[in-house]
């Protein structure tokens, strides 16, 4: 069955929204703050794998700042949400193991929200769809 314009175009906007709102609130809330504060959280942050703590704030800034900014412009948009999703899932899993569902909810949604960026792609409006090949889909 062969979408109409409208729903397509519908479509796009509402992956548009679903990109640009999910990227920017985790820019706002978790990115700009590592990163505008750096050796604060360089105290803080929790180091799972034993990295140490200047490599973990690292990796978490190149998943909270850099790939929400590239899934904003719609670039790379499938592989931005990788390391945006491993993040989470270590948070919950590993450092917060304890958290209630009601302590770790902004943790779900976010992963909620990248989930289906991943699933469903950047759509139309996106830098991406001007790219050819492999790289349109990534």
Not at 29 to 37: A, F, I, M, Q, Y
Not at 96 to 117: C, K, N, R, V, Y
Request: with cysteine; aromatic share 8%.
């Amino acid at each position: 069955m062969q979408a109409s314009g409208w729903e397509e175009r519908a479509r796009d906007l509402g992956l548009l929204w679903l990109r640009v709102s999910a990227g920017l609130l985790l820019l706002w809330v978790h990115g700009l703050p590592k990163l505008l504060d750096y050796s604060a959280e360089l105290q803080r942050i929790e180091d799972p794998f034993h990295l140490g703590a200047s490599l973990t704030l690292m990796l978490a800034i190149f998943a909270e700042v850099l790939c929400p900014l590239l899934i904003v412009a719609g670039v790379l948009v499938r592989l931005a949400c990788l390391p945006i999703l491993a993040v989470l899932l270590v948070a919950l899993l590993l450092v917060h193991p304890q958290w209630s569902l009601a302590e770790g909810q902004f943790a779900w949604l976010l992963l909620i929200l990248f989930s289906s960026i991943l699933i469903a792609g950047p759509g139309s409006l996106a830098l991406n769809h001007r790219f050819t090949g492999a790289l349109r889909y990534v």
